[in-house]
């Protein structure tokens, strides 16, 4: 049975980190590219990162590069995605997702990523 299961997803406050792990079973991980997507709340799915079956090349969308590094572990079966110096904008859900060209796409079932503002004072005074 394929299986693609993320973890790692939370709230974290602007400027934080969080690492997302993606742990593949049922398939051979090796000979499949990983990529990352996320989908904000109205808003279409969109690409995060990708990285190469054996790790030879990333890429990644503008919005995150410099901020986001996706690497992968083929002795364990699993894709990561670090994720540093988070903004609001980043809020999502992150779905890590198996690819070959040739052959089969496999998804996971998401993990949310919530990046809360730590909020402003507002004071009215009459």
């Known amino acids: 049975q394929v299986r693609l299961v993320e973890s790692g997803g939370g709230l974290v406050q602007p400027g934080g980190s969080l690492r997302l792990s993606c742990a593949a079973s049922?398939?051979?991980?090796?000979?499949?590219?990983m990529r990352w997507y996320r989908q904000a709340p109205g808003k279409e799915r969109e690409q995060v990162a990708n990285i190469t079956r054996l790790a030879t090349s990333t890429d990644y969308a503008d919005s995150v590069k410099g901020r986001f590094t996706i690497s992968r572990d083929n002795a364990k079966n699993v894709a990561y995605l670090q994720m540093n110096n988070l903004r609001p904008e980043d809020t999502a859900v992150y779905y890590c997702?198996?690819?070959?060209?040739?052959?089969?796409?496999?998804w996971g079932q998401g993990t949310q990523v919530t990046v809360w503002g730590q909020g402003t004072q507002v004071t009215v005074s009459s």
């Open positions: 997702n198996a690819y070959r060209e040739w052959g089969n796409s496999f």
């Open positions: 049922g398939f051979t991980f090796s000979v499949y590219a």
